[in-house]
Structure formats: structure tokens, C-alpha cells
């Protein structure tokens, strides 16, 4: 085993898999990362977490306070926010739009953070971020553990520090090739896709 966060890394883990995939975002692709089964062993939860503040503290952002979209982001926000030495708090989806829950708040001028695992379209990080605006907080910034977005920056004006980048090509439904072949199709991720 490595220690550095790369595609080896996941494989090795078990979190990089291949096949026919229908992302939480609705595209299709080939590659899936399951980065929770990654995340799954504390210490290498606990250096990613490490990792990720680093390269926060190395952008000189210095959050009050982290949140991190329910599911896939909750163990490397928790982590994160362990490593920089402030509260962690996560959005869950509630009627179609992304909520605080269990009495978690954001506080007018509260200075954020939003933490995902994997950001493919990074639809969901965009809705935590409105989140927080709402709640007259802060965003520094964004920070994740995998950018499979093919774009380098998709919050820009934001920053953003992705740990590893891949270039997974994705496809929307009707231009998958997978499903031309008739290959089945697996639903891995943790929001309900239509």
C-alpha cells in the first residue's frame, strides 16, 4: 500500500471501480469511486482529512467552521474539520433541496468551508454553498478528495483544492456507448437518480 491519495491508491482500497455506472449526477460513465469504502478505514480517513487541510492552510483559508453534503462528503468534511481544529456540520436533502439538519445552523459571517468527496458536475457542493449564502455565511472555498469534473475549477470564483484529478470521460444517456453495447447498468450512488 502507498500513502499517497492516487488512482493506485483507491484501487487498492477497493474504491475505484469499473463497469457501467449511472452517476448520482445522471450521467453515465465507466468509472465509478466509491471513496466511502476508501474512507472506510479511520486512519486513512484521518490523512486524507489531514491532507485536505493542508492544502486549505496552503491557500491561507482559515474556516470557522466545515459542512460537507450528506453522504459521500461527511466523512472527509468530519476529518477535514478534525485537521484544521473546527466544527463540522453536514446538509442532508430534504423535498428535493439540500437542508442543515439536527440542529446544525451557519451564522451571519460564519467564514466556510464545503468539503466533497467526489465532484463530478459538483451540482451538490453548489447547492451547499447557495445553502450557507441563504444563512449569511462566508465560503471560502471548496475542497475535495477527487475532481472528476473535467473542468479545473467548477465553483470558480471560488477556490477550489482537489487532492487527485482524474479525466473519467461521462456521458448523458442518450450519447452512453455503454448502453448502446446493452451493458447493465449499476446505480452505486447514495441520491436517487430518475
Known amino acids: 500500500m502507498t500513502t499517497a491519495f492516487d488512482l493506485d491508491e483507491l484501487a487498492w482500497a477497493g474504491a475505484h471501480r469499473r463497469g457501467h455506472f449511472l452517476l448520482s449526477s445522471g450521467l453515465h460513465a465507466a468509472d465509478y469511486l466509491q471513496c466511502a469504502l476508501y474512507l472506510a478505514q479511520p486512519a486513512r480517513a484521518e490523512r486524507a482529512g489531514r491532507a485536505v487541510a493542508e492544502a486549505v492552510r496552503a491557500d491561507a483559508q482559515a474556516p470557522d467552521l466545515v459542512i460537507a453534503p450528506a453522504l459521500g462528503g461527511v466523512i472527509i468534511g468530519h476529518e477535514t474539520a478534525r485537521a484544521l481544529g473546527v466544527p463540522f456540520l453536514f446538509t442532508e436533502r430534504s423535498d428535493g433541496r439540500m437542508a442543515l439538519r439536527r440542529g446544525f445552523e451557519v451564522t451571519s459571517g460564519q467564514r466556510v468551508l464545503v468539503v466533497e468527496d467526489v465532484v463530478t458536475t459538483g451540482g451538490s457542493t453548489r447547492e451547499v454553498i447557495e445553502l450557507v449564502v ?17 473542468t479545473p475549477n ?41
Not at 470558480?156 to 456507448?177: G, K, M, N, Q
Open 134 to 150: 441563504e444563512r449569511g455565511g462566508e465560503v471560502l472555498g471548496v475542497a475535495s478528495l477527487v475532481n472528476r469534473s473535467r
Open 154 to 194: 467548477p465553483f470558480a470564483p471560488l477556490p477550489y483544492r482537489p487532492l487527485l484529478v482524474v479525466d473519467f470521460p461521462v456521458w448523458t444517456p442518450e450519447e452512453c456507448p455503454l448502453c448502446r453495447e446493452g451493458l447493465p447498468i449499476d446505480r452505486p450512488g447514495s441520491r436517487v437518480v430518475r
